[in-house]
């Protein structure tokens, strides 16, 4: 499954950077496409590089090993992620909405992201389950950042009085995120007759419906 290249997340890069980033980039579509064909121990780091359209001593120039260069995609994709569902709050913010039309905002701004990056989800989720790999602390730091913009919005809706005081704010945070990789990744591999639009609408009920309180 092909993605198309992601982003950097930063930004004032020199030329030099700038091209180094380029190849980065090109060797993380490379890892996540190979991973998620084939697995990540079934993946070598030649045929990294021959996807790529580099030489095998780029990929040992730019990561010091295939685990961390998974390690370094994983930090990169969540990163991307995260940038995504804070601009949907600020952004919604900014035009005077509620913290329940920014956590709506966020919910499609998730499900746009993981339509374009549907391999990176898919490892993402996968990585989430297991307990013996290297990076698994690196995954969990990025993760509660994710969560914690979430978190963030969320504890705004309390004070303001949007939202319950009942509320479990980071459990809360933490199922939102979840709900919203799940049903993309269902909506993606059986469902995919569904418009990203018609996803959104049936999250954004059960937004409005459990977590506003709205009926």
Do not use: C
Request: hydrophobic share 45%; glycine share 8%; no cysteine.
């Amino acid at each position: 499954m092909r993605i198309s290249a992601m982003e950097s997340s930063s930004t004032g890069a020199s030329a030099g950077g700038g091209r180094r980033q380029a190849t980065r980039q090109k060797l993380y579509e490379a890892a996540v496409t190979l991973i998620a064909e084939q697995g990540f121990s079934a993946t070598t780091v030649d045929e990294i590089a021959e996807r790529a359209g580099v030489a095998k001593g780029t990929v040992y120039y730019n990561f010091a090993s295939k685990n961390d260069l998974f390690e370094e995609l994983l930090r990169h994709g969540v990163g991307l992620l995260t940038a995504s569902l804070r601009e949907a709050a600020e952004s919604t913010e900014a035009r005077g909405g509620s913290r329940v039309e920014a956590l709506d905002a966020m919910i499609r701004a998730g499900l746009v992201f993981i339509d374009r990056y549907p391999a990176f989800t898919q490892l993402y989720v996968a990585e989430l389950w297991r307990t013996n790999r290297t990076w698994q602390s690196t995954l969990m730091v990025v993760r509660q950042e994710a969560v914690a913009v979430v978190e963030t919005v969320l504890a705004e809706g309390v004070e303001r009085g949007e939202l319950s005081p009942e509320i479990d704010v980071p459990l809360t945070a933490a199922a939102l995120v979840g709900m919203v990789l799940v049903a993309a990744l269902d909506w993606q591999s059986f469902q995919r007759e569904r418009s990203l639009d018609d996803v959104h609408s049936a999250l954004s009920l059960l937004l409005r419906g459990r977590v506003s309180g709205n009926r």
